[in-house]
């Protein structure tokens, strides 16, 4: 089934910027909201004069502004008729060790990563029940399935919690009518990865949104990407005793 009208928060950079242009040279039509809207307006310039035959609509949202989530919803799907999919991408790498003082940055972290993502779930369900049909995509991290230590410890409990939102879902709808997709990326570079600095293990931008839309477009129900290196490393993750997976901070 193609998902024509695509929602993607988050969209400014990133894994939301390169999927925007992944399904805009699908010849997708996309609804795009971030925070920067001059971002995403210089975007909008630069896939319709690629793929002059989409439509790009974009809207400025804060996804911590929970009242406004629906509002932007709504006026992007009456923009382009209808949102058959949502990427729930929005989120942030803050963090700090727990018990260190900075309270303040973990929980932007998990409000950012978990609360605002439930907020963006309930929208797009809504969205999708009026429907009758519809493609919800939670992106979550491989860190999702492990506790890690430091200053990540909060960024993965919120992916995990994203996953577990994702699996339940998965487990209320497991032939449809709507269809659920939990992304586990791995180190893909982006604004977000770029502050952490290179790692062994890390792809570049346009390697990791490629194996990212192949799994959606496939809406397979949950999916590790890119699969190698990252799908035997997640077997062996959730094997690990705790001490180790500071390797993974």
């Excluded at 971002?39 to 949202?61: F, M, Y």
């Excluded at 919800?136 to 860190?143: A, H, I, K, P, R």
């Excluded at 397979?220 to 690990?240: A, D, F, I, N, T």
């Amino acid at each position: 089934m193609i998902r024509q009208k695509i929602l993607i928060t988050g969209a400014s950079s990133g894994l939301g910027e390169g999927m925007a242009r992944a399904f805009a040279a699908k010849g997708r039509d996309l609804a795009l909201c971030a925070r920067r809207v001059d971002r995403l307006d210089e975007l909008k310039s630069e896939l319709v004069g690629r793929h002059p035959g989409i439509t790009v609509a974009v809207a400025a949202l804060d996804v911590n502004d929970h009242e406004q989530v629906p509002k932007v919803f709504a006026e992007l799907s009456a923009e382009l008729g209808g949102i058959d999919r949502v990427i729930v991408n929005a989120g942030i790498g803050k963090g700090y060790p727990l018990g260190g003082g900075k309270l303040w940055a973990n929980k932007a972290t998990i409000e950012t990563n978990l609360v605002a993502a439930l907020v963006q779930i309930e929208t797009a369900m809504e969205i999708f029940k009026s429907a009758g049909t519809g493609h919800l995509v939670l992106v979550s991290s491989v860190l999702g399935n492990v506790g890690v230590p430091g200053h990540k410890a909060a960024y993965s409990a919120s992916k995990a919690g994203v996953t577990s939102l994702g699996e339940s879902l998965r487990a209320e709808y497991p032939s449809g009518p709507i269809s659920i997709t939990v992304l586990e990326p791995g180190y893909i570079e982006s604004e977000m990865t770029a502050k952490a600095g290179k790692t062994m293990l890390m792809v570049d931008n346009e390697t990791g949104v490629r194996a990212m839309v192949e799994a959606i477009e496939k809406e397979k129900g949950r999916s590790v990407v890119p699969g190698w290196p990252w799908w035997p490393l997640v077997e062996l993750m959730k094997l690990m005793p705790p001490r180790f997976t500071k390797r993974f901070a």
